[in-house]
């Protein structure tokens, strides 16, 4: 009996988790691989593209905002984008499709 098959689907399994937790870093990487394909890395790579959207957005407002207004209110929400790319992290290596909050339902209108 052929043992190459399984060994084969468990590693590419391991390396498509990999690149679901990569998406939440740096969001295109997996784009760039073979994983762009498999639906599980698609889903986070969409979900890592909606907080580096919001990211941006919040660091353009925290520039366009006056320093008094943005001082507390810009280090409170980098903090809240840095909790959601935790949460992310932690779904994609546990193998979960599960949005996160508040903006996770955002992430279903990319198509790619």
């Known amino acids: 009996m052929d043992q190459t098959a399984p060994n084969s689907q468990q590693k590419n399994k391991n390396q498509n988790t990999a690149m679901a937790v990569i998406a939440y870093i740096i969001f295109f990487v997996p784009l760039l691989t073979d994983a762009k394909n ?6 986070h790579v969409k979900q890592g593209l ?7 957005a919040l660091m353009a407002i925290g ?7 943005s001082y507390g209110l810009s280090p409170l929400l980098n903090l809240v984008i840095f909790v959601f790319v935790i949460i992310g992290i932690i779904n994609a290596a546990g193998g979960k499709r599960i949005p996160l909050p ?10 790619f």
């Not at 498999?38 to 889903?43: A, S, T």
């Not at 508040?102 to 198509?111: H, P, S, T, V």
């Open 102 to 111: 508040i903006i996770g339902q955002f992430a279903d209108k990319f198509n």
């Open 63 to 69: 520039r366009i905002l006056p320093f008094n207004l």
């Open 38 to 43: 498999d639906p599980f890395v698609k889903y």
């Open 50 to 56: 909606v907080l580096f959207l919001c990211a941006v």
